[in-house]
T-cell receptor, first 113, second 114 residues
Framework: KQEVTQIPAALSVPEGENLVLNCSFTDSAIYNLQWFRQDPGKGLTSLLLIQSSQREQTSGRLNASLDKSSGRSTLYIAASQPGDSATYLCAVRRADSNYQLIWGAGTKLIIKP | DGGITQSPKYLFRKEGQNVTLSCEQNLNHDAMYWYRQDPGQGLRLIYYSQIVNDFQKGDIAEGYSVSREKKESFPLTVTSAQKNPTAFYLC?????????????FGDGTRLSIL
């Protein structure tokens, strides 16, 4: 059974720092992996999607990497800003299913001005 | 602007009461989903629908019911059989259910017990 873990559950860093959020999964047979952002009391916004054949994806100050063999993905945020404060969730899409996402519990990120 | 609208934003349920959460999308998406989010846990799939007049149970369907009579609407009823309904409920939609098609989310409904 696929399980997705995000550690730490919460992270607080000063503004301007580069930081890395971690996502691990137990079954390497994935179709793709996505990173989402959730603001308090809001829905989710998709940030990056990495296909199983890809190693990384970049969007602006965000870079997501994928290492299927070790069951790990990282989300790198460069030059963090207070507006980056949110909860970041990762989700994997199983290779044997075309509909179901398996979700991590998220990392709550606080960027201190 | 196209998007997903969930209402109400906050909902309170009395003991033994059924309540219905609304989800409407104007993205012309075929697939729609309902998730439940609890603190410290990942999202869990309640029900999903790939097309009008069809829906399938997710991982935690017990105590919930849905209908999909119109393409744009996918209401979720939380029945009195759901003994722990307090949670944040998220509706999502996608063009289809193929792996490359991203899900778009509404802003959620927070359900609490009175």
């Amino acid at each position: 059974k696929q399980e997705v873990t995000q550690i730490p559950a919460a992270l607080s860093v000063p503004e301007g720092e580069n930081l890395v959020l971690n996502c691990s999964f137990t079954d390497s047979a994935i179709y793709n992996l996505q990173w989402f952002r959730q603001d308090p009391g809001k829905g989710l916004t998709s940030l990056l999607l990495i296909q199983s054949s890809q190693r990384e994806q970049t969007s602006g100050r965000l870079n997501a990497s994928l290492d299927k063999s070790s069951g790990r993905s990282t989300l790198y945020i460069a030059a963090s800003q207070p507006g980056d404060s949110a909860t970041y969730l990762c989700a994997v899409r199983r290779a044997d299913s075309n509909y179901q996402l398996i979700w991590g519990a998220g990392t709550k990120l606080i960027i201190k001005p | 602007d196209g998007g997903i609208t969930q209402s109400p934003k906050y909902l309170f349920r009395k003991e033994g009461q059924n309540v219905t959460l609304s989800c409407e999308q104007n993205l012309n998406h075929d697939a729609m989903y309902w998730y439940r989010q609890d603190p410290g846990q990942g999202l869990r799939l309640i029900y999903y629908s790939q097309i009008v007049n069809d829906f399938q149970k997710g991982d935690i369907a017990e105590g919930y019911s849905v209908s999909r009579e119109k393409k744009e609407s996918f209401p979720l009823t939380v029945t009195s059989a759901q003994k722990n309904p307090t949670a944040f409920y998220l509706c999502a939609s996608s063009i289809g259910t193929a792996g490359d098609q991203p899900q778009h989310f509404g802003d959620g409904t927070r359900l609490s017990i009175l």
